[in-house]
Every structure is written in C-alpha cells, then in structure tokens.
C-alpha cells in the first residue's frame, strides 16, 4: 500500500504523502520549474526526477540523504558529418535530447539498470543509476525508426518503457507515432508488435501498418504479462498475446479517446482509463470529469463520477499522469487544468487534494 | 583575455560569476571556460555542442553567426555574453 504520490507540474515536484486518512501536499521541490516526470527506482526507493529548463536543456536530477543531485542526462552522439537526416518537416533532425518521456528501473536481476525514452526517439540505458547513459544504437540506427512521426510534439519520442517482469532482457516501448517495438536481448535487437491497431489519420494504405500508430500509452499486467492495454489515438486496444495482435474496443460510454491508462497488478482484465472528446477538442464529454473501468477485459465498462467535479470540467489527463499502488486499491490522477484526485476502492469513490496545482504531466506511487 | 558574461538567469541552475578564459573564437573561449565549468555546458550548448536553440550569444555587441561551430572571431579584449535568445514575453 503505498502512501505518497509525486506529481510533477509545470511549476515544481510536489510530494503528497497519506496522512490520518487525509492526502495532503507536505513539500515542493523545483519549485518554478518545469519537472516532466519522475521515477521511483522499486529496488532501492531513489527517486530520478527530469527537469525541462527551456533555454537551458533538459537535466536529471537523483534523490539522495541529503537532496536532490544533478547527474547526466541522456545525451546523443554526434551526428555523423555530411549525414542528411531530416525530421518529418524537412529540418535537419537535431541529434540532442529535446524531451525525456519515459523512465523505467530495470529488473531486479540488474541493479542500477534505467532506461529512458526521449525525443526525438532515442532509447537510453544506464548501468549505473543514471551516472551515465548510452544510446541504444541498435533502435537509433534501425532504417525503420526513420518512419517514426510526431504525433503530440513535432518530434517522435518514446512515452512508455516496460520491461518484462520474467525476463529483464525483454523490454517494450511505445512510440508516437512508431507503434509498439520488443527487444528480448536487453536492445540488441528489436523487432516491431502491435498487429490489429488501427491509425485513421493517415492514408488507407497504413491504416494498419503497425509502425503508423500513435500509442499514446501502454501497459502490461504484471502478474499476466501476456495482456496489455493500450490507449492509442484512436481508441482502446487489448492484447492478449503480450502485444503481437491487438483487439479494437469500440463504444465506450462516453468516449474512447484519452491518453492514459492504467492497469490492475494482478487482475489483467481491470484497467482504468481518463475519457475525453477525441482529438479535435481534448475536453471531458459534456464537461463532466469521469473515469471509465473495466473489469471483464473490456466486455464491459463503469464511468465512475463519484467525487469528481461533473460540471464545467475541462481537465485533461495526460499519458503519465494517472497511476496505480502495487495493491491495485489505490489510484491518483492529476490534470492539466491543475487538480489532483485520489481513489482508494479502485475509482468506486475520488477525493480531491488540490485544485490549484500548476498544470500536472506526471502521477507517480512511491 | 576576452571577458565572458553569462545570464543572470542561469545562477539560478548552476554558478556561471563573469570570468576571462582565452580563445580566438567563440567555440574556444567557452571551451575553456567549461574546462573549469563542466556543469554549465549542458546549460548553453546542445549534445552536438551547437548553441542551445533559445540561447544566443554577442561578441562586442554583435550577435554571433555560426551557432553551430562557434567559429565567430574573438579578440583579446573582446566582451562575450551568453544570453537567453528570448525575453520570454
């Protein structure tokens, strides 16, 4: 049961600790800077938290006894000279890290192993906490990865990293817009999954090429590793062959768009998902703030209300900002709009802790 | 030796106090700044060690040409400042 949620905004970390039954916001760290995302390493509690300066670059900062440390940041190599990589825009393609946009811990078996996702498409490992990073060159240099589009930024990036809880050496990662790859050689090698996904905005032909799809986000149960979830662009997708064919769930009350999802530890047809009118207005339906569950692998779906704020709503919740305790009892979602709720029967009932928060990307347990 | 001057805002991140260092170009002269700064580089320079796309620079007053290499002249009393491109509104 985890009692503390990291939620990164626009304007600062803010660490939300349980407390007498009450969430309350106890400390503000970078306070007036921009913190993307974080992660809390299981196998040792560190925490990595990722800064985006603007002007200055994106760094990466690591918790210790006594404060947050800067330590290095994912960079690229140098782009070879004469090299004409242009981006989907016809600019020449900046080799340099304009975003981190996933962070995962390695399996237990590697201590010290993180992998980080980045635009504009690079994978990065580090060995040792994240004193170091080195490029998976095998996916940088792979001749399809130059087909990898952006989808919410002008850059392809990779949001989502999960690394296979039997095998540390199988990893996926999610790409928008590059569809769904797996290496099952800790990044030798990669080959491209996702077969069934549907991408409607781009022209017949690759309606269904897997590396045309935007995922905008994907997990794995972790105790039924051969099902994931995916929330795409287009809609809700399942598999339940660990992502080599996806299944299309049309007709979710009130909607199928969205960005994140979040499924159950140890209940693989549990997932949870934050609706919205799909991408020409990204608003709650109606104005109404909801969740929608499934508890049957999506035979079935609630939309739960109950706690959240259902008039006048405008709330988005972006891809990393929704998670889930190992329990599986307890959720917490933040919004751009700056609210930050928490569940603690599986989304049946919400609380708020904040309505005033900066404009929140990321919800973390831990 | 040229003087070199960064933006205030970047003392907040990591301590840049206005120093002299010796180069001919611009890509000199912060090379040897960095040399005793390694923390700062990755404040003003990108992975390829181009300028930071919202960041310039001025020689004597003159905003530089090369953001890639850095190449633009520097004489031994120039003034070099290393400043945000954009006020930010």
Known sequence: MSDQLLVSTRKGLFTVVRKSKRWDITKADFLGDNVTLTLTDPRDGRHYAALDHGHFGVKVHRSTAKGWEEIAVPVYPPKPEGLEENDMWGRPLAWTTARIWALAAGGADEPGVLWCGTLPGGLFRSTDHGQSWNIVRSLWDHPKRKQWMGGGADLPGIHSIIVDQRSSKRVWIAVSTGGIWLTEDSGASWVQRGEGMRADHVPPELTNDPIAQDVHCLVQCPSSPNRMWVQHHNGIFVSSDEGRTFTEIKDVDPSVFGFPVVVHPREPDTAWFAPEIKDEKRIPVGGRLVVTRTRDGAKTFETLTKGLPQSHAYDVVYRHAFAIDETGDRLAFGSTTGGLWVSEDQGDSWSGVSHTLPPVYAVRFG | ?89
């Open chain 2, 1 to 89: 030796m040229p003087k070199v001057v960064f933006t205030p805002n970047l003392q907040r991140h990591v301590e840049c106090p206005e120093t002299t260092a010796a180069g001919g170009t611009v890509g000199e002269v912060l090379a040897n700044v960095f040399a005793s700064n390694p923390q700062a580089r990755s404040y003003v320079l990108d992975d390829q060690g181009a300028l930071r796309r919202h960041m310039s620079i001025f020689v004597d007053g003159q905003l530089i040409h090369d953001r890639a290499r850095l190449s633009d002249a520097v004489g031994e009393t120039s003034s070099v400042y290393v400043f945000q491109a954009l006020s930010g509104g």
